[in-house]
């Protein structure tokens, strides 16, 4: 092949892996040859998707699919014969060529006209969804935008991914150039949305993804052909040109070294949204989740990747056609159920809130058990979630009365036989209290909380839940009666990771090497204006009580208030008489976090220099830090998605506990500013300080 030609037929570009985890990369045709012994192994699950949908579509296109119910219990039961669709991929191999003149795989070969207008051209990092995971796009690499490139591989698994998930809100093109409404991007139909997915090897997947399709599954449509006019909303002719659809135009412009740098971008064909109720009768919809009024379900409902409850109780509700209502249909006539991956993107005009990647085993999904429990944990979710007015959705928060429950509330107890086999009241008693136990430390707002909560609660069930049983080690009233220092050490625990642990991911290290160094052991430099600078003297004033044994008692205080607020204690009192009036919250919060900091590690550093998202990027075990460790990530994601500094407190501590732990400091005064000014503005630059490898200056 030239070096201007990249098939996906023959090119190795699918990570996959075999039963003993060994890496193997292979070409679309490879990868159907070898189906029956490699996974899908890529660690983006918007791209897993993808691939998935495109071996689909392949697979269809060659006549692999089967053409009635009773094929497909046998192809489920007996496996897939997937020769046909690689020989069908080798044989239209210029179908998938990314550089093709004429007809380039999923792109406009009509925008070559375009290609030598400068203000036409967009660098390819615009394509990249994951720069905007959590943040605007390309927060990431905007400053890299001129020297950035991208291999032929990558260039077309950003291709696939934009096909598939492309995010909605204005593109940076001029319509004069690329015609009426081209700059208006409308999302594809599965962003926003959960896609069902099967799991297992290739041909596990490929066995329960191709299902029968009423009047065959149609023609694919490898590149893109202008179809009705600009801003008409379509529906797709067939489930192969669903699978196909092109919701963006593209172009890909390859430099002669085997790179791409620069791509055309515009609005392509906008996919109607059905009605709800009736959504499965469309193509291009089977494989997504709905609720019980037919629509599909939100991908803001799936609030972590261990978050089932949403899931099951989606499951039970596919309507007729779809893609779980078919499988579950096979499952009875069968007895064989596939493990199944629910992929969601959760997404704001071109800010991508959040991917999910959640995996439902098997034998949660036979069990109607499971998806019965599941609606009982949503229907107190629900519950709790109708006493806040202003809540972003009605999954599982209240801000106003405090009553938050955790991400994934109630989602581990659906692994539990004792509670599936409960009743219903039984079960609504549980996560009751459960629910009652997640307290705001405030006695009155854990006071306003229970009954706001009992109140919510107890019309799900006939009798009130028993009283949740107490035991000494984990009362709140007791624990920090005496305030000795090292109690403090383990007053919260910690979803954090240790270093110690093993991690067995993948990936590369991601953070920096100067992360790990944060900054001298006396107190802040101060600038001219030092006195006029609060932040910096809440540090210092701290930082003399830790070192005057007369003064110990007061940081004692300090270190209590942070996990058990008490505003009118002396060391409240006198710490913040250095803060503004307006600041005292902030104030108070950042001493007590620093004396919480002191108080777990007695003989460590006081002051740093790293701001603390920065510091973040720090945290992890093994081969996973920062932005590539879960654990890591959602504690970042969960404290700049909430809107007021007051609720950080839970996070910060277990933030601040996590480096203290590990001889990591923090920059106390840069805290306090980011406090008492937080704001939109301060909740980005949080985010891009732990998500960007590299900033542009060292305080970003």
Known sequence: MSA????????????????????????????????????????????????????????YAA???????????????????????????????????????????????????????????????????????GRPLLADDRYLLASR????????????????????????????????????????Q????????????????????????PDGPGTPQWTYQPRGEPGQRLLPDSECDALTWHPRRLLLLPDADGHVTRALIAQGWIQARPEPGSSAAFPGNRDQAYTDDGRSLDAARITGDDDLAPLLESWSYAPEGSWAHIVQGAGRATGRFPDVAATALAANKKKILFRRDVLLPSDLLADARATTA???????????????????????????????????????????????????????????????????ADPLRRARRSGAGVGAVMPLTDTPPAPAPRTDTTDDTQEFTLFPLSALASATSSDLPDNDVPDDSPHDLGWDDDLFTTADTAAPTAGTDAESNPGMNLARQVGRWAANPHHRDLVTALAAHAVRPAPHTPAVAKITLLVPETHQEAGALTAALLAYHHSVSPRGRIYGSTPLPRLMRAFGSGRSFGPDHRDTKNTLDRMVRTQHPGQLRPHLVRTVRYAATHGLVPYWPALFDDLAGWDQTVRSRWATLFYTARPTSPKN
């Open 4 to 59: 201007l030609s990249f098939s996906l037929a023959g090119e190795p570009w699918i990570e996959t892996a075999d039963a003993r985890g060994r890496p193997r990369l292979l070409s679309a045709a490879q990868a159907l040859d070898d189906a029956g012994s490699v996974f899908l192994a890529t660690s983006d699950p918007l791209l897993r998707a993808a691939t998935v949908r495109l071996l689909t579509a392949l697979a």
């Open 374 to 440: 599941a609606g009982d944990v949503m229907d107190v979710r629900r519950a709790l979630g109708r006493l806040s007015p202003g809540r972003l959705n009605e999954a599982y928060k209240d801000a106003t009365l405090g009553t938050t429950v955790p991400p994934s509330f109630g989602s581990d107890l659906l692994r539990d036989p004792a509670f599936l086999a409960a009743s219903r009241r039984q079960r609504i008693g549980t996560l009751s209290r459960l629910a009652h136990a997640v307290h705001p």
């Open 190 to 213: 599965a962003c926003g949305n959960v896609v069902w997915q099967p799991a297992g090897t290739i041909a596990d997947q490929l066995a329960w993804q191709l299902t029968p399709v």
């Open 63 to 133: 006549g692999c699919g089967p053409r009635t119910q009773a094929a497909y219990h046998r192809q489920v039961t007996d496996g897939v014969d997937l020769t046909a669709a690689a020989a069908w991929t080798r044989a239209h191999h210029a179908h998938l060529d990314l550089f093709d003149r004429e007809r380039p795989f999923f792109q406009d070969a009509s925008l070559h006209a375009l290609a030598g207008i400068p203000e036409a051209v967009q660098p390819v990092l615009y394509l990249d969804m994951t720069a905007a995971i």
């Open 149 to 188: 490139l991208v291999s032929f591989r990558r260039a077309a698994e950003l291709v696939l991914v934009q096909q598939m998930w492309a995010v909605g809100g204005r593109i940076a093109v001029p319509s004069a150039l690329f015609g009426p409404r081209s700059n208006y991007g409308s999302p594809a």
